[in-house]
């Protein structure tokens, strides 16, 4: 145990920017001189305001120990919140973060729900990049790509002064 925690202990200090990112899983396999950490069982990762939760999550980082792309696989769910501060929360088969683009995508049975606005996307591929505000959706097997806006309705009728 100490051994892991010794080998985690430079990978935590790297991925350390201005926020903690947190990793708890029941299982943990690293690879330093590869550059990859797997993490397995029920898995949760948090930074921030972000979370991401699978049953395995990959980490690969460069040579200089900063990751360069986060795999999420198995009943993936998340919540997100981007530098426009937007909000999303949803789930996939398979996410994939590259922190570097600062773009997630997700794929397989998509479930991506824009919280501020109840915009819903359901495909099989969802791209979301956090500091341009830019998403894409595909869908596969000739399924469509089904997007569900809420709208609200506004009263045309104007209120009578009260005397």
């Known amino acids: 145990m100490l051994r892991k925690l010794l080998f985690l202990s430079p990978l935590f200090v790297t991925l350390l920017w ?9 299982n943990f396999k690293g690879d330093q001189q590869k550059g990859i950490s797997v993490f397995t069982g029920k898995v949760k990762i948090t930074k921030g305001l972000d979370e991401l939760n699978a049953s395995k999550v990959t980490i690969y980082t460069d040579s200089e120990k900063k990751p360069i792309k986060y795999l999420a696989e198995g ?5 997100i919140v981007t530098e426009m501060n937007e909000k999303y929360r949803g789930k996939s088969q398979t996410a994939i973060y590259l922190p570097n683009a600062n ?16 915009r819903r ?7 979301v990049n956090t500091v341009a505000g830019n998403a894409s959706a595909e869908s596969a097997n000739q399924e469509p ?13 104007e209120k009578s002064p009260t005397k």
């Open 75 to 79: 009943d993936v769910s998340f919540y």
């Open 145 to 157: 790509v089904v997007m569900i806006f809420t709208l609200q309705d506004k009263k045309t009728k």
């Open 121 to 127: 996307v359901k495909g099989d591929k969802v791209i």
């Open 103 to 118: 773009e997630y995508q997700f794929f397989q049975k998509v479930d991506l729900l824009r919280l501020d606005d109840y």
């Open 18 to 26: 201005s926020e903690e990112l947190k990793v708890i899983s029941d």
